[in-house]
């Protein structure tokens, strides 16, 4: 059974930093994505960032460019979310989730194409 399981979140003043990690388990695939995607209160699901597995490709909205980096441990099968920089608009519910089934070249960025999610942690980033 595949699992998930973040941490790392918590409370922190403007300006500061967060490691969000993400454990997986229970799957032997080599070629997977990694995705981490947030939601804050009365506002849609979106995604943060993205890495592949396969063949290393990173993917980060906007809004956390320059300031967020995604990193992977394979021998850990483990995922970083380093937040730097963090800003009051930064607060969430943060969850990592994964997709098997990649196309070659393709790096899904979209929730809907993520089969297995985590249950989340909290970031709350203070003014």
């Known amino acids: 059974e595949v699992q998930l399981v973040e941490s790392g979140g918590g409370l922190v003043q403007a300006g500061g930093s967060l490691r969000l990690s993400c454990a997986a388990s229970?799957?032997?695939?080599?070629?997977?994505?990694i995705g981490w995607f947030r939601q804050a209160p009365g506002k849609e699901r979106e995604g943060v960032s993205c890495i592949s597995r396969s063949d290393g490709s990173t993917y980060y909205a906007d809004s956390v460019k320059g300031r967020f980096t995604i990193s992977s441990d394979n021998a850990k099968n483990t995922v970083y979310l380093q937040m730097n920089s963090l800003k009051p608009e930064d607060t969430a519910v943060y969850y990592c989730?994964?997709?098997?089934?990649?196309?070659?070249?393709?790096?899904?960025?979209?929730?809907?194409?993520?089969?297995?999610w985590g249950q989340g942690t909290q970031v709350t980033v203070s003014s």
């Open positions: 989730a994964a997709v098997f089934r990649l196309v070659p070249g393709f790096l899904p960025t979209d929730d809907y194409d993520y089969d297995y």
């Open positions: 229970g799957f032997t695939f080599d070629g997977y994505a």
